[in-house]
């Protein structure tokens, strides 16, 4: 049975979290060496396939986006992330660079226009069960082409880390059968639970 969000959890209490977690400017080495076997392994599944704008759903400080668009060379690159802070820190960082990054929840961002690719870099683990399913529809929503994830799995629904609501979910069904979907390819990271999973979608 899926474990629902810790008791009192809102998305207006996971937005003073991250604001308060994420405040530091400086990363550890930890995540650099994360975020790197991660980019390594989106530039692999993405190969020579033609990107030309990217979205990405929990952004944070834009390295991830900034990193795959200038790979694929696209010319329009947008960041999505509930704090803050975060799109403050992503908007210095990368002023140099024409993207554009919005402060919003996923569910109340409302822009129709779909992107080539849609990525979701270890943000499904802070999404609680009650609400994955949507998350999930709104990737695809956003997508003209592609979707890739990168986060962790385990024992589905569990949540690892309650205080900061950190769930483990079975990505490989949530997205099976889907028939906005035609194909899915999953690659394992050489980190602990972490996996890179390609989506594509039906023209």
């Not at 790197?36 to 834009?62: N, P, Q």
């Not at 779909?114 to 802070?126: E, N, Q, T």
């Amino acid at each position: 049975m899926a474990e629902s969000a810790p008791e009192g959890w809102t998305v207006a209490r996971w937005k003073e979290y991250c604001e308060d977690h994420y405040k530091d400017k400086n990363e550890g080495d930890g995540l650099a060496v994360w975020r790197g076997h991660s980019v390594d392994a989106i530039k692999s599944m993405i190969g020579d396939l033609k990107i030309d704008s990217i979205i990405e759903y929990g952004c944070g400080r834009g390295a991830v986006l900034d990193a795959i668009a200038t790979f694929t060379k696209a010319s329009r690159a947008v960041g999505v992330d509930i704090s803050e802070g975060q799109i403050a820190r992503a908007q210095e960082l990368h002023q140099h660079k024409d993207w554009t990054f919005i402060v919003e929840d996923f569910e109340a961002f409302k822009k129709r226009e779909k992107f080539d690719l849609v990525i979701a870099f270890s943000v499904m683990l802070h999404i609680p069960p009650t609400r994955i399913k949507a998350f999930a529809k709104k990737l695809i929503a956003s997508s003209k082409r592609y979707i890739i994830i990168v986060d962790v799995e385990g024992e589905a629904e569990k949540i690892t880390r309650p205080e900061a609501a950190q769930w483990w979910h079975d990505h490989r069904s949530l997205f099976k059968g889907c028939k906005e979907l035609e194909r899915q390819m999953v690659e394992t990271l050489p980190l602990c639970d972490v996996f890179a999973m390609l989506l594509e979608v039906r023209k």
